[in-house]
Each structure stands twice: as C-alpha cells, then as structure tokens.
C-alpha cells in the first residue's frame, strides 16, 4: 500500500480558451501601462494558470480526495447552472501598503454565493473557514516581488476605465492541486464537476 502523502488543494472556477485569450489582453494592457507608471518588479502569472478561487482547502492526505469529490459534486449537483460573472476592474492586495498581487475583479451573481455557500457549509467540516475564504473574488494576474509601489491603487483605478469587461460563463468547476517545482508553484486539475439539471436537491 503507498505511503500518504499531503498534498495542497483548493477548489476554483478555470477560463475556456476564448476567456484565458481576452484575459491575457488584460494582463499584457496592465504589463505594458505599469512598465511607464512604476518601478516594479512583476512576476505574470502563466496564462495556464488563470482561475477564480471559489474555495482554499489547504492540506489534505491523497487518500481523502476521493471524499473532497463526492462532496464537490453534491454541491456542484445541486446547481441548475453554474453562476456568471463579470471580470472588470484592476486592484491589489493589500490595497494600501506592500502590494504584492495584481488581480482582476469579477462581479459575481446568486448563483455564485449558493455555490460559494454550499462548499463552506461541506468543508467547515474539515478545515477552519470564515467570511474571509468569500471576500474579493479575482483573477490573479501578476505578483510583485518588489520595486516602489506607492499610489498603485489609483494608478489601477484609472487603467480599469480604459479596459473593457470580460463576460464569462463557466462550464465546470476544478478541484486544483498545487505542486511546487523547480519553476514556482503549479495547479494541475484533478477532476471537474458541471451542474445535472436531473439531480436536485442533493444532500
């Protein structure tokens, strides 16, 4: 029998093709704007690697995967369909001092809060959740290892008037696993979940 290992997951919505191309218009907007407004050292996050975080899980054991599924597709089931969103709007985190990630925004529906909500109530069970694992839904586009980021907020405001929304209906939900190599860390899918509109109501 294999050993156990940890292994780092979370759960997250992943951009189609069409929705990673307009994404990396954004980022490549953002990338050439900042190289004029600042003196910052950015690491851009691989357009493989674009998703919007629904969940943080943490570590698990590999043998409890299979258990995080049945209760992602319990959840997922219970969806007629997946939520829709809006990605508009540059920021960073933290706002005010020492940013170190730039991201773009998504305005989320009720759908979106269902689901977020259904996975809270299943995983609150096995690992320490709060308000926080919800707030600020975003696509992360680049971190920043250093430079001078002063006013970096108002410079994003006003690069976010020039930048059109993206619309985006996602087609599943991912359960991500992040490896670290000898390149940074890396997400790889270990299964999706799309809604069934003949399963309702599922506990």
């Known amino acids: 029998m294999a050993s156990p290992h940890i292994i780092r997951l979370f759960i997250s919505l992943n951009p189609r093709s069409e929705i990673v191309a307009k994404l990396c218009d954004q980022q490549a907007f953002l990338r050439n704007s900042l190289g004029h407004a600042s003196a910052l050292c950015i690491r851009w996050t691989k357009p493989t690697q674009f998703h919007l975080t629904l969940l943080f899980l943490g570590n698990f054991f590999s043998q409890q995967v299979e258990m995080l599924k049945q209760q992602i597709t319990k959840s ?65 586009l680049g971190r920043i290892k250093s430079g001078t980021a002063d006013g970096l907020s108002e410079v994003l405001k006003s690069l976010s008037d020039e930048s059109p929304a993206i619309c985006w209906q996602p087609e599943a939900v991912s359960l991500m696993q992040s490896v670290q190599t000898s390149n940074g860390v890396e997400h790889c899918a270990l299964a999706e979940f799309t809604p069934d509109v003949n399963n309702r109501g599922v506990t």
């Open 76 to 140: 997922v089931h219970a969806q007629k369909t997946l939520p829709r969103l809006v990605l508009h709007d540059f920021g960073c985190f933290p706002a005010v001092q020492s940013p170190r990630v730039l991201w773009i925004g998504a305005t989320v529906d009720e759908q979106f809060e269902a689901l977020q909500e259904s996975l809270l109530q299943r995983f609150s069970r096995y690992v320490p959740l709060d308000d926080r694992d919800r707030s600020y839904p975003h696509i992360t």
